[in-house]
């Protein structure tokens, strides 16, 4: 069974300028999540999609920060625009439900820089 | 709000050795859950273990075996026989139980662990 992939790994920006990160969570999976893990610290909760609906953004810039998974399926994860802050790793999870509480399976993460 | 606590930024082992990790979480709530992660430098988290807090029995997988104080709000791993290929970063996190909605993990801040020949 193939594993979330996340895509691209790395990516360096300049400061201001826009970026978006792209998701495919394992076949199946209902639920996927955004997380942001910041350099010596664990990751945090960005967004929670349950199919294409939001359950939980309530740790999202949202001046900066968009998600979207308009089928169900793969998301993106946009940030405009980028702030030095914003420099840290992007991992994606999935899991079957969050009804019933299946575990979570990370992606091999963004690792991103801003300059 | 839920929180953890790893007080160990770094610890190290002999290979062949036991080492215990520490955890401490806050909560209000009864039912939730408790895992270890392992993050090696490829960055992908991995699931070590998971402990459901109505169990009073310890959760164990192979090497890998946890000591679950509920009322002291403790979580410790124990990995015995280390070997090279537990060297990563280990988080401890938090998830809420089926009946507080939503299943967001929180996680602390990380112990790395180096181990030694």
């Known amino acids: 069974e193939a594993g979330v992939a996340q895509s691209p790994r790395y990516k360096i920006i300049e400061k201001r300028q826009s970026v978006a990160f792209w998701c495919n969570p394992i076949?199946?999976?209902?639920?996927l999540y955004w997380y942001q893990q910041i350099l010596g610290q664990g990751p945090k909760l960005l967004i929670q999609f349950q199919n294409n609906g939001v359950v939980d953004d309530s740790q999202l810039p949202k001046d900066r920060f968009s998600a979207e998974r308009l089928k169900g399926v793969d998301s993106t994860l946009k940030i405009q625009p980028a702030k030095l802050e914003d420099s840290a790793v992007y991992l994606c999870?999935?899991?079957?439900?969050?009804?019933?509480?299946?575990?979570?399976?990370f992606g091999p993460g963004t690792r991103l820089t801003v300059t | 709000a839920q929180t953890v606590t790893q007080s160990q930024p770094e610890m190290s082992v002999q290979e062949a050795e036991t080492v215990t990790l520490s955890c401490t979480y806050d909560?209000?709530?009864?039912?939730?859950?408790l895992f270890w992660y392992k993050q090696p430098p490829s960055r992908q988290m991995i699931l070590v273990i998971r402990?459901?807090?109505?169990?009073?029995q310890n959760a164990t997988e192979n090497r890998f075996s946890v000591n679950f104080q509920k009322a002291a709000k403790s979580f410790s791993l124990k990995i015995s026989d280390s070997q090279l290929g537990d060297a990563a970063m280990y988080f401890c996190a938090y998830r809420r139980g089926l009946t507080g909605g939503g299943n967001k993990l929180t996680f602390g801040t990380g112990t790395q662990l180096k181990v030694e020949l």
């Open positions: 076949s199946g999976h209902a639920t």
């Open positions: 402990q459901e807090a109505y169990k009073q």
């Open positions: 909560t209000s709530e009864s039912d939730y859950y």
């Open positions: 999870a999935s899991s079957l439900s969050q009804v019933l509480g299946y575990e979570q399976y």
